[in-house]
């Protein structure tokens, strides 16, 4: 540490470079944003799912080795589905080990509607992050943790300081769709990752890697994961999906990114910008009638959400969680491995005085600070 605000452009050059410390070995660091795109329905889910397993028991996947860690995959849609997918996965012999979180769905803390700048959704993520300490999160998916505008880069960029500061320290594996676009039957080939996320590219621009999962035809077994990221050279992953939807690894091969292919995300439209957004990226409409919100009852005894204007950029009023420090980024050791940089509990390896479940979330206190101040709406700005 320094006292001194600014370093010449030769010390910062000479300054000793600190190693990455990878959940996933050369592609998966700690801390990072890393997006995971793809078409609805391709797998991403079940991808994410596998890396998630295979960090939380140390094993390998891929043919990478993994560093132990807990992890919490943050279940933000139609979890009828994902309940009856873990069912069937158990069944066909998949367990999961009790270092992998997954929230509670009926907790009393959980919102209706997930939105990051929201103080009861906040109350509800700081309360799992207490209880599992993950040092990955995976957020399935990304549209259903914020209600702004996604096609907007100001509004993005809120949604993207809200993460930053709620999992500061950790790794993020955040899942998201790509643009619609129809590939050419006769040559089909996957677009560029660093373009073909659906909305503003400011979340891409922020991300340390872009992931791409592809498949000519939905209903192919056949899949490519492509990646972009900061730190390597660009890689690809021939992949098979097998029943009951878990992906398997084929080939590795790095591509330079200047040998992807263009933009070809929507045939026939010229660039994506000339994309009509989807009506399920926007937020609704001021004027139709807003959701119930949790727990919110004006005087009239209707439900209403909590009152904040989605276009007015929060203040941050917080003190972050704790940075999960390891020796490769700072001078503590991981104080969950015992002094240890091995990601595993006290005692011998495997062993843990982990929780194994995320079910009992504590609510804060009032002598809690709130992670965000949300300035009251006015007649000024328009709510």
Known sequence: MT???CLTATEYA???????????????????????????????????????????????????????????????????????????????????PPLLFIPAPFHKDKPFVQHI????????LMGMLRESDPELVVIDP????????????TQMKVVGDA??????????????????????????????????GRGSSYLSGKASSIWLLWKANIDDSHGILLGAPRFDKSFRYDLEQRDPGLWHW???????????????????????????????????????????????????????????????????????????????HGNHPDPRSDGKWNGRGPGEPGETD?????LTIPPLTSSEPSIASIPEPSASDGS
């Not at 000479?14 to 890393?34: C, H, K, N, Q, T």
């Not at 943790?145 to 880069?153: M, V």
């Open 142 to 153: 990304l549209r259903e943790i914020h209600t702004l505008d996604e096609q907007d880069s």
């Open 3 to 5: 006292d001194r605000y």
């Open 117 to 124: 700048i929201a103080p009861e959704t906040q109350r509800w």
């Open 163 to 196: 993460l930053m500061t709620i999992f500061h320290g950790r790794a993020m594996l955040v899942l998201h769709h790509t643009k619609k676009y129809e590939p050419d039957p006769e040559n089909p080939h996957p677009p560029n990752p660093v373009l073909a």
């Open 250 to 328: 084929q080939t590795e091969q790095r591509v330079p990114i200047e040998n992807l292919p263009p933009d070809v995300l929507v045939c026939g439209l010229g660039a994506p910008a000339a994309v009509a957004p989807s009506p399920a990226s926007h937020p609704a409409d001021p004027a139709e009638p807003a959701l119930p919100g949790p727990g919110v009852h004006p005087p009239d005894g209707e439900p209403h959400p909590p009152d904040y204007s989605l276009l007015q950029t929060p203040s941050f009023n917080l003190t972050p969680p704790e940075p999960l420090d390891t020796p490769a």
């Open 354 to 358: 982990y929780p194994d479940s995320c």
């Open 14 to 96: 000479e300054m000793e470079r600190p190693d990455l410390d990878f959940l996933w070995a050369g592609l998966l660091p700690r801390p990072s944003i890393v997006v995971l795109e793809g078409a609805p329905k391709v797998g991403k889910s079940f991808l994410a799912l596998q890396i998630a397993k295979a960090i939380a028991e140390g094993s390998d996947f891929g043919g990478r080795p993994t560093k132990k860690a807990k992890v919490l995959y943050l279940i933000l849609e139609d979890e009828i589905t994902w309940y009856d997918r873990m069912k069937k996965l158990i069944k066909t012999g998949y367990s999961f």
